[in-house]
Every structure is written in C-alpha cells, then in structure tokens.
C-alpha cells in the first residue's frame, strides 16, 4: 500500500523557518518526481514546488529565493525547507508523487504573529 504522510507543520511568527517531511512508503520513492502543494482557505491547490528524479527543481514564483525543495532517496523522504515565512504561506501543505495520484493528510502551517 502505498502511503505518503507529511510532517513538521505548525505555528511560526512572519520571518520564520519551518521544515516539513515527506515520508513514502510502499512505493520505489526514486523514480518519482515530487511535488509540494499548498491549499489555503478560499483559494485554489497551489502548486509550490517540484523536484525530478535527477534533482532538478522548480518553484513557483512566490517563493523563490524562501522556499527549498529537497530529497533524500535513501530515507524514501522529501523535504520543503520555507524560510522568511510570510501570513500569505498560511495553508496545509501536501507532497505527491507525480503521476501516483497518493496523496497524504498534509500538514498544517500557519504562519501570523
């Protein structure tokens, strides 16, 4: 059974860090792109940031420069490094294994002062 369950959510001040985490399982992780969605209340499924079985990454442009997309195919896991979180951030994040169509819970992150 495959099953992705994200991780590292939560309250953070404007300017902040926060890590979130990607666990797969049941699934060749490494042979996947991945991706890191966000929905926030009122607005569309956004998506955030991509990264390719060869590392390449792409991010959408408001947060460029914030936001780092990783992964670690030994740990099966995916990684979204947000720095210099701002209010707008405010959103359950989701990660999702291109072309899997596995979702997980997401995690919650709420970023206000």
């Known amino acids: 059974q495959v099953q992705l369950v994200e991780s590292g959510g939560g309250l953070v001040q404007p300017g902040g860090s926060l890590r979130l985490s990607c666990a797969a399982s049941?699934?060749?992780?490494?042979?996947?792109?991945m991706g890191w969605y966000r929905h926030a209340p009122g607005k569309q499924r956004e998506l955030v940031a991509t990264i390719t079985r060869g590392g390449s990454t792409n991010y959408v442009d408001s947060v460029k420069g914030r936001f780092t997309i990783s992964r670690d195919n030994a740990k099966n896991t995916g990684y979204l490094q947000m720095n210099s979180l701002k209010p707008e951030d405010t959103a359950v994040y989701y990660c999702?294994?291109?072309?899997?169509?596995?979702w997980g819970q997401g995690t919650l992150v709420t970023v206000s002062s």
């Open positions: 049941g699934i060749i992780f490494s042979i996947y792109a």
């Open positions: 999702n294994l291109d072309g899997t169509g596995v």
